[in-house]
């Protein structure tokens, strides 16, 4: 049975940090690239995220290189982005997504989908 699960969102302050995990059945995690979305209201989903499982190698957005860190605990079934120096523009629902496609921040070509969890950035 395939399941992915985001956890993690809250409120937090501009400039703060959260972190966000992704749990994830064991090959969901162990053999599909990892994609971070997000969807501000009134806006289409942007990649943001996304961590390869064959080499582990990442790709960012130009709006959160530099802040957020993607990484994958195979261990634990679980990937986590690491989001400093949150901006407002953060705000929105973030999705954590598998795919059998490396390296791509594509929402058409990741095949299962979490609920989303609810980030907001606000003083």
């Known amino acids: 049975q395939v399941y992915i699960m985001e956890s993690g969102g809250g409120l937090v302050q501009p400039g703060g940090s959260l972190r966000l995990s992704c749990a994830a059945s064991?090959?969901?995690?162990?053999?599909?690239?990892i994609g971070w979305f997000r969807q501000a209201p009134g806006k289409n989903r942007e990649g943001v995220s996304c961590?390869?499982?064959?080499?582990?190698?990442?790709l960012y957005s130009d709006s959160v290189k530099g802040r957020f860190t993607i990484s994958r605990d195979n261990a634990k079934k679980t990937v986590y982005l690491q989001m400093d120096s949150l901006k407002a523009e953060d705000t929105g629902v973030y999705y954590c997504?598998?795919?059998?496609?490396?390296?791509?921040?594509?929402?058409?070509?990741?095949?299962?989908w979490g609920q989303g969890t609810q980030v907001t950035v606000s003083s």
């Open positions: 064991g090959p969901i995690v162990n053999y599909y690239t």
């Open positions: 961590i390869s499982s064959s080499d582990g190698s990442t």
């Open positions: 997504a598998a795919s059998t496609v490396d390296g791509s921040l594509r929402g058409g070509e990741y095949d299962y």
